[in-house]
């Protein structure tokens, strides 16, 4: 049952090969009618039979103008795809669990095309016109299931216009990828490291966030409901959460080693503190089975951080 789809996958790679822009012609489109346009095939072949069974005139006069106008639909069909030109935009690293969302742009060298369809067909095709000698940008959603790098593989792009009895389309790579990170997991880090190690100078600290008690603070989105302060709500004071930070001059290390439970859920856990720390602004190391993220903050030091979680364990020719 595999077989047929490694040969098309085959033959595709030799006749649409991949790239990051690809300009549709006549060996990349293809085109057959719908299931509309079959009926209509069928009801032509009727009528030509009644025609000449009764030598009726006016039957053959009707059934060639219709056939004429399956003819030209072909060519408007084609010529809706024809010349089309689809290039990859960018995308942005998501949680797993959240869409995934890859832009893709069409451009028009001088002539309009009308209802052109783009997408996988397990997620839906969005339709879109393209203006004559413009460009149009879609966002393809796609849900994640697994860390790392999501490439959907070959894009679908088809028209039914203008009548919607034939169906032109063409399947292309445009090397869509995305990076999934893995889906964040609140929880507690244990202490790292023993006493003789906490009191060593510039060891890292033992606890992550969980050193200093530094008031309370306004209640954000991703904040722990365990840190809310349910007492001040009651009293109408609002949603505020209990503020701690690591000790002055420590860096939190972030080490997975120090943790229990399977890969999964520990990479989850760090994925949480990464996020975290990295709103309050608080230096911190990485530390994943030998390989370490010296300490650092910012937005770049994050992504880095998050992108080592993504594709941690995975084999090499996945993470590239």
Excluded at 16 to 37: E, K, N, W
Excluded at 231 to 257: C, H, M, N, T
Excluded at 266 to 288: D, G, K, T
């Amino acid at each position: 049952m595999r077989l047929l789809p490694r040969l098309r996958d085959r033959w595709l790679l030799k006749r649409i090969p991949p790239g990051p822009s690809v300009r549709l012609d006549q060996r990349r489109i293809f085109i057959m009618p719908t299931a509309v346009g079959m009926s209509f095939v069928i009801a032509l072949v009727l009528m030509l039979i009644a025609a000449i069974n009764y030598e009726n005139s006016l039957a053959y006069a009707l059934t060639f103008l219709l056939g004429s106008v399956f003819v030209v639909a072909i060519l408007h069909t084609w010529r809706n795809l024809a010349g089309l030109e689809l290039q990859a935009g960018g995308s942005e690293a998501v949680f797993l669990g959240e869409h995934a969302r890859l832009r893709v742009r069409l451009e028009s060298r001088n002539r309009l095309y009308q209802a052109v369809s783009v997408g996988w067909p397990r997620s839906g095709l969005q339709q879109v016109d393209v203006p004559a000698g413009g460009t149009c940008e879609i966002e393809l959603s796609l849900p994640t299931e697994k860390r790392g790098w999501l490439r959907p593989g070959r894009l679908r792009v088809e028209s039914r216009f203008p009548l919607g009895i034939l169906v032109a389309w063409s399947w292309i790579d445009l090397q869509l990828a995305t990076l999934v990170y893995p889906q964040p997991l609140d929880g507690d880090l244990p202490q790292i490291g023993g006493k003789a190690e906490q009191e060593a100078e510039g060891v890292h600290a033992h606890g992550v966030g969980i050193d200093d008690y530094q008031g309370l603070r306004p209640w954000q989105p991703g904040d722990s409901r365990k840190r809310m302060n349910w007492k001040a709500y009651s009293r109408g004071q609002g949603l505020l959460v209990k503020d701690f930070r690591a000790l002055a001059g420590e860096d939190p290390l972030l080490d997975i080693d120090a943790l229990d439970g399977d890969l999964e859920s520990r990479l989850s856990l760090l994925c949480h503190w990464v996020v975290e720390l990295s709103a309050r602004q608080q230096p911190f190391a990485l530390s994943l089975a030998g390989s370490t993220i010296g300490a650092g903050a910012g937005v770049e030091h994050r992504n880095r951080c998050l992108r080592a979680l993504a594709l941690f364990g995975l084999p090499v020719e996945v993470q590239q």
